[in-house]
């Protein structure tokens, strides 16, 4: 099989690389890599379903004659499936079992994303309440040890500000590095 097959993808992507894996590639960041892997498995799996469709149309008009071309595409069929689940070793794609289960059931999927997005959004409105919570504690005790120790108050605030005025520079610091490291 030619590595010139997998270059088009059935999505209008050109994917200009091949299935082999040159030393420049494997230079690449593990995240690049992971991203050809994957557009490769994408190819594989766009050129099998037109491997199928040449298939359905070779056996819907069945004749003597077109016994060969049947036997390529079924060959042609056989070897690209081999080929996808050996670029698919290469991809770390973990799909949750509920979204499996979900598709078994004939559902959407996108269901098992709004649940897990309304999940979080509950979960967050509740940290949310317990900061709010603890804000409020913190203030209040605030107002009653500086009642009790008016000056150790004054020490910690002064503290507090220096702390915040360093943890703003280093931020405002770290900023200003071009990749944001």
């Not at 298939?55 to 081999?82: A, F, G, I, K």
């Not at 559902?107 to 409105?125: G, H, Y």
């Not at 507090?160 to 610091?173: H, I, P, T, V």
Request: net charge negative; proline share 4%.
């Amino acid at each position: 099989m030619e590595s010139s097959q997998h270059n088009s993808g059935g999505n209008g992507i050109i994917n200009p690389k091949s299935n082999d894996a040159s030393p420049a590639d494997a230079a690449g960041s593990p995240a690049e890599e992971s991203k050809q892997n994957l557009n490769q498995v994408i190819n594989s799996i766009d050129k099998t379903l037109g491997i199928l469709h040449q298939l359905y149309l070779t056996v819907s008009s069945y004749n003597v004659s077109s016994q060969l071309p049947l036997l390529q595409r079924m060959n042609n069929l056989v070897l690209e499936l081999d080929n996808m689940a050996k670029l698919g070793e290469k991809c770390n794609i973990q799909v949750p079992m509920e979204v499996l289960n979900l598709i078994d059931d004939g559902k959407n999927p996108d269901e098992f994303t709004r649940d897990v997005l309304n999940s979080c959004i509950a979960k967050n409105q509740i940290t949310k309440g317990k900061t709010d919570a603890f804000k409020g504690l913190r203030g209040h005790l605030l107002e009653e040890l500086e009642q009790a120790f008016p000056e150790e108050v004054e020490a910690y605030r002064e503290v507090r500000a220096a702390s915040a005025a360093e943890s703003k520079r280093l931020a405002q610091a770290q900023s200003l590095l071009p990749n944001g490291e």
